[in-house]
């Protein structure tokens, strides 16, 4: 049996540049990538997207400012558990981002996003995501550096 796990994943965007975070610890240790994590029992997933934005990088979003742009749903060679990862983008929010215990955020031009030291997945629903295009992918890893199949898709409403 297949373990559902839901988890947010929000990037902030201005018309030059996209707020990624350098993940400090844990899971995605030493990679880029938008800010977000589990959705808590009863927690609603927009709740949960505003809470992990604001606890990782101190930014604050309205709810009704998150778009939900993308589904991604990721599957590890040999583990039970489905992370549903849903994405959100964001161009109205407040605050200056600041630097937390799990992740480091950095400004990035739209031609200098650092795909090298991102998850692999990254680079193939990036192009969605900055043309503001919904997106659906579905990716089986077999540990963390490959990618053993995937499909990607765009979708006309979530
Ligand atoms: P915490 O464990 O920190 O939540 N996430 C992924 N993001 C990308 N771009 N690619 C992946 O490929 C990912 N797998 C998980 C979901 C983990 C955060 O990392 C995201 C969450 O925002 C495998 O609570």
Known sequence: MILNKVYTLVFLR???????????????????????????????????AVRELKEEC?????????????????????????????????????GDPE?????????????????????LDDKLWFPYLLKDKLFYGRFHYQGYDKILNYTIQELNSM
């Not at 630097?99 to 030291?117: C, G, R, S």
Request: include cysteine; charged fraction near 30%; glycine fraction near 8%.
């Open 14 to 48: 201005n018309e030059q540049q996209i707020l990624l975070g350098l993940k400090k610890r844990g899971f995605g240790v030493n990679k880029w990538n938008g800010f977000g994590g589990k959705v808590e029992p009863k927690e609603e997933i927009l709740d949960a």
């Open 58 to 94: 101190c930014m604050s979003v309205r709810k009704h400012n998150l778009k939900n742009i993308g589904n991604l749903q990721f599957t590890f060679e040999g583990e039970a558990l489905m992370m549903d990862v849903r994405v959100f983008s964001a161009t109205s929010f407040v």
């Open 99 to 119: 630097e937390t215990e799990e992740m480091l955020p950095k400004w990035f031009d739209y031609d200098k996003i650092p795909f090298e030291d991102m998850w």
